[in-house]
T-cell receptor
Framework: DAGVIQSPRHEVTEMGQEVTLRCKPI?????LFWYRQTMMRGLELLIY????????DSGMPEDRFSAKMPNASFSTLKIQPSEPRDSAVYFC????????????????FGAGTRLSVL | GQNIDQPTEMTATEGAIVQINCTYQ??????LFWYQQHAGEAPTFLSY????GLEEKGRFSSFLSRSKGYSYLLLKELQMKDSASYLC??????????FGIGTKLQVIP
């Protein structure tokens, strides 16, 4: 399998512009996660989906952020309007989404999108 | 909520052994992950502990004490390529994983 695929790898935009990040999870994985990573705050969970349904979006910073998963093989994270403080690396990850207390749901990460908002 | 503590930075010598500690306070706990992240790259899975005790996998071992809210990652026979950040992460719910800030390990000759 090709692994989790994210695009673009780098994005430079100006404040106020709309930014759309894309993710293709590993085939057969039921869960998809969006993270943001900065030096100060580390890796923060923004939102995660199970079977294409958003389960927990409590990490989404504010209304400027939105995420969709229209089907099992594609998800987007949109920022509109973007601000300089949104500059970070955004990771998408997927896992099998197995049930059970002992389930080992390893998350596999994409290469990330490095976003710079000027 | 979840609170995870691990040292910010560590330095160790090539060929030596290093232990990276992680303590956590959680409202619910299922298991604990360790991930490795090289600079500029994505995190990759190292280990998962759900029961107390030591899990060994080659040069890497991970330990968990659920009663103490404590884990450590042990790296033996350090190599220069082990220079990376090591992320401790806990899962308390069905899928949600909370990551610590990470420990940046520098291996020196």
């Amino acid at each position: 399998d090709a692994g989790v695929i994210q695009s673009p790898r780098h994005e430079v935009t100006e404040m106020g512009q709309e930014v759309t990040l894309r993710c293709k999870p590993i085939s057969g994985h039921n869960s998809l996660f969006w993270y943001r990573q900065t030096m100060m705050r580390g890796l923060e969970l923004l939102i995660y989906f199970n079977n294409n349904v958003p389960i927990d979006d409590s990490g989404m910073p504010e209304d400027r952020f939105s995420a969709k998963m229209p089907n099992a093989s594609f998800s987007t994270l949109k920022i509109q309007p973007s601000e300089p403080r949104d500059s970070a690396v955004y990771f998408c990850a997927s896992s099998q989404g197995l049930a059970g207390v002992l389930a080992k749901n390893i998350q596999y990460f994409g290469a990330g999108t490095r976003l710079s908002v000027l | 909520g979840q609170n995870i503590d691990q040292p910010t930075e560590m330095t160790a010598t090539e060929g030596a052994i290093v232990q990276i500690n992680c303590t956590y306070q959680t409202s619910g706990f299922n298991g604990l992950f360790w991930y490795q992240q090289h600079a500029g790259e994505a995190p990759t899975f190292l280990s998962y502990n759900v029961l107390d005790g030591l899990e060994e996998k080659g040069r890497f071992s991970s330990f968990l004490s659920r009663s103490k809210g404590y884990s450590y990652l042990l790296l033996k026979e350090l190599q220069m390529k082990d220079s990376a950040s090591y992320l401790c992460a806990v899962t308390g719910g069905y899928q949600k994983v909370t990551f610590g800030i990470g420990t940046k390990l520098q291996v020196i000759p």
